[in-house]
């Protein structure tokens, strides 16, 4: 037996107030970002997601008054824009831009077989990350949000039964204002439902590729519920994607200081392991083991040490360790630690992450304001890679993986 999924009667939009409520997931934007992508628009999900913008700007977003209004915001939306199935369904959900199109699953995913290692996670999670969602999803009772699985593109059943499916009038189909394309269908006949269902049957493990606060709530709040094994709190909303139409963007690092280095100094430094090339060009790396550095140098009467450069790996590492291999970790290895002395990324405050959907540019702003010291440009992690950390129960160090597009939230909830 493969991983189980199931239908749900979804909470949804009317179908042309679909673009209204769609909204990006409550973890991409800050506070004042969402109140400002929310305002004039009363149907925005972000009112559910992230309450805290219909309360008085002071307000602490972990208050219980952002729990309270997100449960009056979701209702009235409820009332007002939403509709529920009469009944339980599957949904195909494809998302066209950035480059590409994917097109995956809808469905309910046990909690338990989360918890049995099905469903393989690659990041750690944070306990006030989680106690915020448990707290919104209690609030809410429902799962506002779907999580980001994929499976191995190699099983095939489900997205040839998908491409067959697609073929008919979608529900939804709007461009938001990013460019990109969402279309949605409903899969209501039984015949279908049931290829779908024996399809997953025989694929042995689902990979979270983003959402890992959020399923990691959900199986929480399984767990605290307990009853019925077949009760929809058991199970928790998700959309599954055929691995091999995915695509990982650059996850880039800007760093404060160069640790008491003058710029000369840490070229010097780095060049003990690293083939270090000064270009006129935005770099970009094009292959594993290389690197962009956008550096905030000095000008002498010789040389102008300020721009881009092009770090080549002198020795790429050989270990068949499936962490070791990432390029976030050889960078973090080689010389963020020992050169900059950036020893733990995820609590040091130096570092700083720039998801790649910003473009080099926002490199280039950033050390340019003087805002930070060197910025590093990083080749993508490959979801081969991510699966190989998952599949040997290891950790991805932070901030490993961007993907792009992005789910919305809002045109599917569960209700359990």
Avoid at 66 to 91: G, P, R
Avoid at 292 to 320: F, Q
Wanted: charged content about 25%; some cysteine.
């Amino acid at each position: 037996m493969g991983v189980t999924i199931k239908p749900f009667r979804a909470v949804r939009p009317k179908p042309q107030l679909a673009a209204s409520v769609a909204a990006l997931p409550y973890d991409v934007m800050n506070t004042e970002e969402a109140r400002e992508t929310a305002a004039g628009n009363p149907y925005s999900f972000l009112r559910v997601d992230k309450a805290e913008i219909d309360l008085p700007p002071e307000t602490d977003p972990y208050d219980a008054k952002v729990y309270s209004q997100a449960k009056k915001n979701f209702c009235e939306l409820i009332n007002s824009a939403m509709i529920q199935d009469e009944e339980k369904n599957f949904y195909i959900y494809r998302l066209t831009g950035c480059g590409q199109v994917q097109t995956g699953l809808a469905a309910c995913v046990s909690a338990a077989e989360y918890e049995r290692g099905l469903i393989k996670r690659h990041e750690f999670t944070r306990p006030d990350k989680e106690l915020d969602r448990i707290n919104h999803m209690l609030a809410c009772e429902a799962h506002t949000g779907p999580i980001f699985l994929a499976y191995r593109g190699e099983f095939e059943s489900p997205a040839k039964i998908m491409a067959q499916y697609t073929k008919n009038t979608p529900e939804y189909s709007f461009v938001a204002d990013d460019g990109v394309k969402h279309e949605l269908w409903v899969v209501a006949d039984d015949a279908t439902k049931n290829a779908l269902v024996r399809a997953f049957e025989k694929i042995p493990a689902l990979y979270i590729a983003d959402g890992h606060h959020r399923n990691a709530t959900a199986a929480i709040v399984a767990k605290q519920r307990a009853g019925d094994a077949d009760a929809e709190h058991n199970f928790y909303l998700a959309v599954i994607f055929p691995h091999d139409e995915l695509a990982i963007f650059d996850y880039n690092r800007v760093v404060t200081d160069l640790n008491g280095a003058t710029p000369a100094e840490f070229l010097r430094k780095i060049s003990a392991d690293w083939n270090v090339e000064k270009i006129s060009s935005q770099a970009k790396p094009a292959k594993k083991f290389e690197v962009g550095m956008y550096l905030r140098g000095e000008k002498t009467n010789d040389t102008d040490s300020h721009g881009w450069y092009r770090l080549t790996l002198k020795n790429p590492p050989v270990s068949a360790d499936a962490i070791e291999n990432l390029d976030c970790s050889v960078l973090q290895n080689i010389l963020l630690a020992p050169i900059l002395g950036i020893n733990d990324p995820r609590t040091d405050k130096r570092i700083d992450f720039v998801g790649g959907i910003r473009g080099l540019a926002e490199l280039e702003r950033r050390v340019n304001s003087g805002e930070t010291a060197v910025a590093f440009a990083m080749f993508p992690t490959s979801m081969d890679e991510l699966m190989a950390v998952a599949d040997a129960n290891q950790i991805m160090p932070p901030k490993s993986t961007w993907f792009e597009p992005k789910l919305r939230s809002g045109l599917l909830v569960h209700l359990f």
